[in-house]
């Protein structure tokens, strides 16, 4: 259970969600992975191949000469992380395509977040999806050892294999997402 707690990556919550609301809405993509760990994988992929476009579609559109954005910024901007705000009110959550656009109208300036500033937010850092990948690994190892040995393998045992199996294709996705972001960047229109 902690493994699928840690691979999970929820997106940046409302600016007024509760933390309740939050807590909750994690737990059910958790119980959700668990169940029918398919859906999350088929999510986790959309996101990536998602991020991947909108890096690319805001590196094509700007010639940005400091700073590209990756896979990483699209993730940002696909999970909710720009935020409009008009009269130093919060207005909506920018999508990438509406971000391209206001920066491409002269709307807004074009948030300057580079990719160790964005992961700087995120509450996953390389050592605890090492130790998930590593726990994960340890199982499977245990597993393969106790079928070598003929011992028997219960069919919690497989069941668990399986969905630490399909977890980590998720993990391996979402491996550049930001993970708990508790607050997007602030993007004020001009």
Partial sequence: FAC????????IPGV?????AITFR????????????????????RQFFSAREAAKDFNDTFDVQDETWTVTHGF?????????????????????DEL???IRDGSVYAPIIGEAD???RSMGDVLSKGIAILQIAWFILQIAARYVQ??????????????????STAYGWWWKKPKDVG???PVYWK
């Fill in 26 to 45: 994690h737990l059910f993509i958790m119980v959700v992975a668990l169940i029918a760990p398919e859906l999350i994988i088929t999510w986790a992929t």
């Fill in 4 to 11: 699928t707690w840690t691979a999970i990556h929820p997106n």
């Fill in 118 to 120: 964005i992961n700087d």
């Fill in 100 to 102: 391209r656009h206001f």
């Fill in 183 to 185: 607050r997007p960047c």
């Fill in 150 to 167: 003929h011992l028997p393998i219960t069919l919690l045992e497989i069941n668990t294999l399986a969905v630490a199996a399909l977890t």
């Fill in 76 to 96: 940002f901007a696909w999970m909710g992380g720009f935020l409009l705000y008009v009269n130093d009110e919060p207005r909506a959550t920018l999508t990438p």
């Fill in 16 to 20: 007024n969600e509760s933390q309740a």
